[in-house]
């Protein structure tokens, strides 16, 4: 080891990371190997820990032969760049810098070690620093290349983000600049927003990258820069951080699946195993039996799979042989009442739901009410051994209840859509904007039970309900109301089409409270399914099976009720595994999709976005559906999961897996909601609207790709998050 204040980055190696710091002897090794790296040298941390005559005296005699500059001086902390904390942005570098500079760039550079911000971030670190100080390229582009994807964590992705000129708008944040993926060499891009770079470029920085990563045996994180000459040079490189697992998405099963749709919407988070098993099983169990009663559809099998310990729904019902096998018994049920049935058709199916909510309401939700009323009173008094039953009971009503959901909800999105396509033809054109201000200000109903549930999960406590003040809904309704007359106005001349747009306009109005009317009530069995749940938990807890009541939620099914009648769980069985493996599997990004889906299922999910507005912007961050109307920036707050509530700040821009009733106190004080899953009919679209604020849903990997403090605006109407 050298106490030389000064050395030739070229000079050193790994080995002298201790006095060099991890960025200078990273850019050392990659210049030994040959990597195209701009010369330079290194103030050692020997050198920085003399007196500042001394480091004047130490740059003169080290940096005369650099030439005139420019120079760009940045950091070397010790505990910099390593696998477990690189300390990204965290140290002033100083760009641009003339010879006769350097003395005070470096001086700068060094007092930002002494900054507060790095202490917060790794309070353990190292404090020690050395400074390098590199010629500058002048770039016509540059970027940061990655050898795995960030969000997904695919090992066989290359993110390549690219900016015109220098990278510091990009590495601050100020920038989102392109996005390429190139896997096996083939480049795509992913978004656009300054052209700084084409294919090849793409694909040649990334080839440099994946050679510096399997040098190095790990996923790296890549600066580099493209000069006039299309000389491609390696600023830095340094190991990936927080990168996900590298697992698979492949299901167990045959055909597609998605986390997309239907209960899927309902759930931010791996499940788990008891709530899967049982809960989760039994409510699609009997919503499929509902879809067979009232339409003649039968249920694919499996009803569901999990991957990973996330939850997909299965779209086999939609595969062509499924269709083909459903088709006699639908038209069967059709022909014996054609009204009866809830129907795929927008067009048709305005004269299915009247029937259908006077059914709902004339027989399924009196016995609902009913039956939750009296297991209420049966709860805390039934023997434990009698508490599967009544679960047993509560989640087949559940599941009925999902069911009529789905029938009337859907309804609801058909309308919405037959709307959304009147607007398109007729209104767009002379009003711009969207059909979704009119369908806000309506007051949502009163809180049967007083609470609010995080997610179907019975894993998560209930929560109080919430409502929007009276302020907020008569704005809302006020801008209802102008919207209407716009509309009117605009239609004036044509009586036909006026009819038309009143008639679409009452359906889809009619249905968006009788949704939320039902949404309310889904979740009354709740608290006391909960409530049996844990009963069952301490009696287990009793007999020293597990530690708490609460560890029965990572039992399964068969494991939780053999446990209460045999006295004994298997030793293979932990309950500290399952909830470690739950953590880690909620740092995953799971795709929205999974498996294969036939070319009529992916155009009909791809459609649905496009009917109600959507218009991909190619320098987006991230785009979903359009949910609730308006624009709105702010910094972005990830949330997932209801301890983490409090942390949204009023004016922050709320970004979630989901939503469910017990987040809507939440959008009291976020200026917009984006969420990786939803759709138009999903809770967070409806409370959006209510609440008056921008909403994009279903973005995929909005939880992923938007970080916190990053500044970004929502635009409700067009589906699309981009930096502000």
Known sequence: MSAAPIRRLRDVRLTDAAEVGGKAASLGELMASGVHVPDGVVMTAVGTARAPQERRWALASGAWDLGAGPF??????VSEDGAQASFAGMFESVLGVPADGLVEATERVLASARASRVA????????RMAVIVQRMIDPVASGVALTADPVTGDRDACVVTAVRGLGDRLVSGVAAGDEWAVIDGKASLRRESESAIGADQAAEVAREARAIADVRGAPQDIEWAIDAEDALWILQARPM??????????????GAFTRQYRLGEWIGGPVTPLFESWLLTTMEERMHAFFLEQIGQGAPQPLHVVVNGWYFYSMNWAAPAAMLRNLPRMLWHLARNPRAVAGVNPSTVRHSFPLLERMWRADFRPRYRSAIEEAEGRVELDPVDELPGLIDEMAGLAGEAFGWLAALAGAAYKMELNLAGFYRRHLYPSLGGSHLPLLTGFALPEGE???????????????????????DLARLVNARRAAEE??????????????????????????????EEQVAELTMPWPIMRRAVLRIGEALVARGLIGVAEDIFFLTRTEALGALTDGRLEPTVSVEQRRAAREEQARLVPPLLIGHANPILRRLLDSFARTVGAAPSASALVTGTPASPGRASGPVRVVHRPDQFDELQPGEILVAPMTAPAWTPLFTRAAAVVTDVGSAAAHASIIAREYGIPAVVGCGDATARLKNGMLVMVDGSTGNVELA
Do not use: E, K
């Open 72 to 77: 760009a001086v940045r950091s070397s902390g």
């Open 120 to 127: 917060g971030y790794a309070p353990n670190g190292n404090g």
């Open 241 to 254: 951080t927080a990168l996900p697992p590298d697992v698979s998405w492949t299901p167990p099963a045959p």
């Open 449 to 471: 039970g007083a609470h609010a549930v995080t997610s179907l999960d019975w894993f998560y406590p209930v929560a109080p309900t919430a409502a929007p003040s009276a302020a």
């Open 486 to 515: 716009a509309a009117f106005g605009t239609l004036a001349d044509s009586a036909r089409r006026l009819a038309a747009f009143r008639r679409v306009l009452a359906d889809a109005q009619y249905l968006v409270p009788l949704r």
